[in-house]
């Protein structure tokens, strides 16, 4: 099998490392991930300049690595399209810091997993749910377990599997939960300050507030130590809301501008 391993944290994030080395035990692993940090940056593609791929000597992850001047997206399509033969397997992580619920939108670990089924190819995003003091063995080894259980069974179309692992020993995790999104919006606020010059700068600031977070959903499920599995599909449509919008908005019909 081969295993496209790509990140939002960067080619230097100590959790691509790990996730790279474990899958070295599934399958011949390739790494193309940004040069930069890429978190929270969604699931931009670059369109209007060259992108690069450089060689990078990851010595830790055991295989062979390129860094991107793009985003996690173009490092997808860089790796399926820039190597020989299209991957197998697209994991992208791990990623320090959980991806829940709307996150999934602003993610761009679960965006480069996303482009992958856009594309076809099977994928899952994996995360802890820490941003400093991460613990990745836990992480490193279901990653390894969902590698091998999807080189069996192929994942339904249009879909990929976003994993968050609590950042806990691994005898602290109680099982794996197959959840839905829940939903932990951001009170945004901002925060305004003055630079040197007199000028004005901000900054997002705010705190998550749970609105869905109960048993089955990722939230939920992470809260109460077990390893989430959101199966995610791209198509947003509101499918519910069709019919009742047939009978009102679907009922406009277009008139002249400054018609009578
Ligand atoms: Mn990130």
């Keep these: ?41 969604g699931h931009a593609i670059t369109l209007h300049k060259p992108l690069r791929l450089d060689p990078v000597a990851l010595p830790d992850a055991g295989c062979p690595a390129y860094a991107t001047n793009g985003t996690p997206a173009d490092c997808v399509v860089l790796g399926c399209l820039a190597f020989p033969a299209p991957p197998d397997l697209v994991v992208s992580g791990i990623n320090a810091g959980a991806n829940m619920g709307e996150e999934v939108l602003y993610s761009g670990t679960a965006s480069a997993a996303m482009e992958a089924a856009i594309n076809g190819v099977p994928a899952f995003a994996i995360s802890v749910t820490a941003y400093s003091d991460c613990i990745y063995e836990p992480a490193a080894g279901f990653a390894v377990q969902l590698a091998q259980h999807l080189s069996e069974v192929r994942l339904p179309p249009d879909c990929f599997l976003n ?54 959903t990722d939230i939920g499920e992470v809260a109460a130590n077990r390893i989430s599995v959101t199966p995610v599909h791209f198509d947003l449509t509101s499918y519910s809301h069709i019919e009742s919008l047939d009978e009102t908005i679907g009922r406009l019909r277009l008139e002249a501008p400054g018609g009578k």
């Design 1 to 41: 099998m081969r295993i496209l391993v790509t990140n939002d944290d960067g080619i230097h994030a100590t959790g691509l490392t790990e996730l790279a080395r474990a899958l070295c035990r599934v399958g011949e692993v390739l790494v193309v991930a940004p040069e930069r940090q890429q978190s929270a940056g």
């Design 163 to 216: 994993v968050n692992v609590p950042n806990c020993p691994v005898e602290e995790i109680g099982g794996v939960s197959v959840t839905r999104l829940g939903r932990r919006s951001y009170v945004n606020e901002l925060s305004r300050r003055e630079d040197p010059h007199g000028r004005a700068y901000y900054w997002f600031t705010g705190e998550a507030a749970e609105i869905d977070s109960g048993p089955g």
